[in-house]
């Protein structure tokens, strides 16, 4: 089980996508702040397969949710809403060790993406839920697609092991050990919650800064539905 389904295990946290373990937890997991240099090794950067949104409603909401639960959160946390599709690893044009990741496995995976034939859909977004690092907005519909495209990016040799699937939005990190009943209560007080639809026309290829917990996301391509090759915004193996 991999992420959020146990703890933001190192500074880059990528927003996981696992259920929680049965029994639930007590308590919230604590994140820390610091460079995770055991977990990267000095590699700068981590690449992931996400959904980002050019929507303005969605970000109003996951600001709120900030705002709302502001106490609670680990300091600095500025990733942009989107959502987790799968792990790459570590950019690198000469893979080495099996979290790193290659042009070989970019290829196979914009392959299974034409394959897929997916087109555009729309996904539902409602209120918060939380993991026991993390609290998310819920995805709520449209769950099928993501499903397909999730399959599709773990064809073999492109992209590492993952656990079970939850699609979410991350809120932030919790900064410390809170009880999970006052954490729920305060979930639920959150008003905002009607559904929200938000449309999806591609697909990202991002990475972070590996030093860094909660930091910013950069597009280093983008595979819009129905394309015959990746649109590059940057060098990912730089």
Request: aromatic share 8%; with cysteine.
């Amino acid at each position: 089980m991999d992420g959020e389904g146990g703890q933001a295990q190192h500074g880059g946290y990528h927003g996981a996508m696992t259920r929680l373990a049965e029994p639930p937890p007590e308590t919230t997991l604590r994140n820390e702040r610091r460079d995770f240099v055991e977990w990267h090794m000095g590699r700068p950067a981590y690449a992931l397969w996400a959904l980002q949104f050019d929507s303005s409603a969605l970000s109003a909401r996951v600001s709120a949710a900030q705002t709302h639960l502001s106490d609670l959160l680990l300091d600095g946390y500025v990733r942009q809403p989107h959502i987790t599709l799968s792990l790459c690893g570590f950019p690198s044009l000469r893979p080495s060790l099996p979290d790193e990741f290659g042009p070989e496995a970019v290829e196979a995976q914009v392959q299974a993406l034409q394959q897929a034939g997916i087109q555009s859909f729309d996904i539902t977004i409602g209120g918060l839920d939380t993991f026991s690092s993390v609290p998310y907005c819920e995805v709520r519909g449209g769950t099928e697609p993501l499903l397909a495209l999730r399959r599709a990016l773990q064809a073999p040799d492109g992209g590492q092991t993952q656990g079970d699937y939850m699609p979410h939005v991350t809120v932030g990190l919790y900064r410390d050990a809170f009880p999970m009943p006052m954490v729920r209560e305060r979930l639920q007080a959150f008003g905002n919650s009607e559904p929200l639809r938000v449309q999806v026309t591609g697909v990202d290829l991002l990475t972070y800064a590996s030093a860094e917990i909660g930091g910013a996301l950069r597009c280093r391509a983008r595979y819009a539905f129905g394309a015959t090759a990746l649109q590059w915004q940057g060098d990912l193996f730089a």
